[in-house]
C-alpha cells in the first residue's frame, strides 16, 4: 500500500449525486479492494500508475478548508463520501474524517455519512450534535467467505452490523445500503431481514459494469465462481429483463412488509 500525504485546494464538492448537495472525499482511493468499484474511474484524473486498491492519498489539510462560518451550507446535504470510504483504517491515524464532521457542526448541513466501517462510533458524539443526520452502512453480501472474495480488506459484515445496532440505538437515523446487488451472490432478502429492526429505511443499487469493472467481476467470476459468467453475461451482454424483475420483487416484498426502499438502479440507456 503506498501511503502519499497530500493538500487539496477543495474539501466540499457539488455533486450530482440524487440524494446529495455537497460531498466530501477525506482520501483519494481506497483499501477495501472491492471487485465491483465504480470510484476506479478517478485514476483518470489523478494520475496515479499503481493499481485501484494499492494507494491512498490523505487530504492533510482538509478540515482546515471547511469555512469557518457562513450560511451556504445550511441546510443542504453534505455526504461523505462518494468515491472513497470515510472511515478506512488510516483514519484512525489521522482522524482527517473527525475533523472535517467537527468543523461542519457550525454550518448545519444535513449530515449524510457512508461506510463499512465500525470506527464510525468513535465519531458519535460529534456526529450527535447536527440537527439532521442520518448514516448508512453498506452491504453486498452477508456471507463472510463472498465477502472475503469480493471486498477482501473490507470490515466483516458482523462488525457492520453490530455498529449499524449501536447507530440505531444512539438515535441516529440509519439505512441499509444493498448494493451492490451481485447476480446469484447477494441474498438481499437475507439482508434486510438480518437488519430491519436497526434500520430506518433501505437503499438498493445494482451491479454496475461500465468502464473497467466489468474486466474485474469477470476476472473474480473465472477465478471463484466460473459457472456464473454464461449467466452474467446474458444479463449484461443480451436483451434481459434480469434486473427489472429484481427491482420489481424488491418493490413487491418491501410493500408487503411495510418498510422504506429506494431504488438506484442503473439501466441499460
Not at 446535504?77 to 484512525?92: A, G, I, M
Not at 472474495?149 to 449501536?166: F, H, M, Q, T, Y
Amino acid at each position: 500500500m503506498i501511503i502519499r500525504e497530500i493538500k487539496t485546494k477543495s474539501i466540499l464538492s457539488k455533486t450530482g449525486i440524487p440524494i446529495a448537495d455537497y460531498v466530501v472525499n477525506p482520501y483519494v482511493g481506497c483499501i477495501h479492494s472491492c471487485i465491483f468499484c465504480y470510484a476506479r474511474f478517478m485514476k483518470r484524473f489523478t494520475g496515479h500508475m499503481e493499481e485501484w486498491g494499492e494507494f491512498i492519498d490523505m487530504k492533510i489539510n482538509a478540515p482546515d478548508l471547511i469555512p469557518k462560518e457562513g450560511s451556504k451550507y445550511k441546510g443542504k446535504y453534505v455526504f461523505l463520501s462518494s468515491v472513497t470510504d470515510p472511515y478506512l483504517p488510516l483514519e484512525r491515524k489521522y482522524k482527517l474524517t473527525r475533523q472535517i464532521i467537527q468543523n461542519l457542526i457550525p454550518l448545519e448541513p444535513v449530515l449524510g455519512i457512508l461506510t463499512k466501517s465500525d470506527l464510525i462510533l468513535r465519531d458519535l458524539d460529534l456526529i450527535k450534535q447536527f440537527e439532521n443526520s442520518e448514516i448508512g452502512f453498506s452491504f453486498s453480501t452477508l456471507d463472510e467467505s463472498i465477502r472475503r472474495e469480493v471486498e477482501p480488506s473490507a470490515s466483516p459484515v458482523g462488525d457492520r452490523i453490530k455498529a449499524l445496532k449501536e447507530v440505531h440505538k444512539s438515535g441516529i437515523k440509519t439505512y441499509v445500503f444493498i448494493s451492490p446487488i451481485l447476480p446469484f451472490l447477494t441474498d438481499w432478502k437475507d439482508i434486510i431481514n438480518k437488519t430491519r429492526d436497526y434500520a430506518d429505511y433501505f437503499r438498493f443499487e445494482n451491479l454496475n459494469v461500465t468502464g473497467t469493472v466489468w474486466g474485474c467481476v469477470k476476472n473474480f467470476l473465472e477465478d471463484k465462481r466460473y459457472e456464473l459468467v454464461p449467466k452474467y453475461r446474458e444479463i449484461y451482454f443480451q436483451d434481459n429483463p434480469y434486473w427489472e424483475i429484481i427491482e420489481k420483487d424488491i418493490i413487491e416484498f418491501c410493500k408487503g412488509e411495510k418498510l422504506d426502499c429506494r431504488i438506484y438502479f442503473h439501466h441499460k440507456g
